[in-house]
């Protein structure tokens, strides 16, 4: 079965430190990598994403890092605020097996930014 | 609405019950998934719709759970025979996708389901 493996399961950050959440997965097959970002009493959203063909994306205070050869990703989140407490869950899809065989999730990680 | 609707939001039901969750995607996403999220947990993929294609049901627990879609509209869930252990959130998503290729999902809110 194919597995996104996700860490840590939780995470405490003082606000303006840097959250960082680590994926990893097996298959090589996998071209898709988003990230969604889950807050209490809501469905997840998506957060940024990322393609294999560059090992890094920014958006605002929120950056990819992808490491193609370590089948590694990472979210990491710069100045971090109390607003960014919320439940983080990475992804991994491949094209050629679009739908649900394509996407899988990890197992989140919950954030918590102390003022 | 512009967004994935569900519902109910929330239904308290007994042990034995059948219930029925129901699903309105974003109009003109081909592809519509139904996952469960356990307090704390991680979202568990249950089945998947994508057009008129058989529906993937691979995730479906056990027997007394099942779905149908009509065409690219709405979906419902039903669960049989409701257990303890079936208390959840039943979250629905909707994608926009094509040719196999994964697009984003646009969640629901999710029908916070307790059995007691």
């Known amino acids: 079965q194919q597995q996104v493996k996700q860490s840590p399961q939780s995470l405490i950050v003082q606000k303006g430190g840097i959250s960082i959440i680590n994926c990893a997965y097996e298959n090589t097959a996998f071209d898709y990598f988003p990230w969604y970002q889950q807050f209490p009493g809501k469905g997840p959203a998506l957060l940024i994403a990322i393609r294999p063909d560059v090992s890094e994306k920014k958006e605002g205070r929120f950056t990819i890092s992808f490491n193609k050869s370590a089948k590694q990703f990472s979210l990491h989140i710069m100045d971090s605020q109390p607003g960014d407490s919320a439940t983080y869950f990475c992804a991994a899809s491949m094209r050629s097996g679009g739908g649900a065989d394509g996407l899988t999730f990890g197992k989140g990680t919950h954030l918590i930014i102390q003022p | ?116």
């Open chain 2, 1 to 116: 609405g512009a967004g994935v609707s569900q519902s109910p939001s929330n239904k308290v039901t007994e042990k034995g019950k059948d219930v029925e969750l129901r699903c309105d995607p974003i109009s003109g996403h081909t592809a519509l998934y139904w996952y469960r999220q356990r307090l704390g947990q991680g979202l568990e993929f249950l089945i998947y719709f994508q057009g008129n294609s058989a529906p993937d049901k691979s995730g479906l627990p056990s027997d007394r759970f099942s779905a149908e879609r009509t065409g690219e509209s709405v979906s419902t869930l039903t669960i049989q025979r409701t257990q303890q252990e079936d208390s959840a959130v039943y979250l629905c998503a909707s994608s926009r996708n094509s040719r196999g290729v994964t697009g984003e999902l646009f969640f629901g809110e999710g029908s916070r389901l307790t059995v007691l």
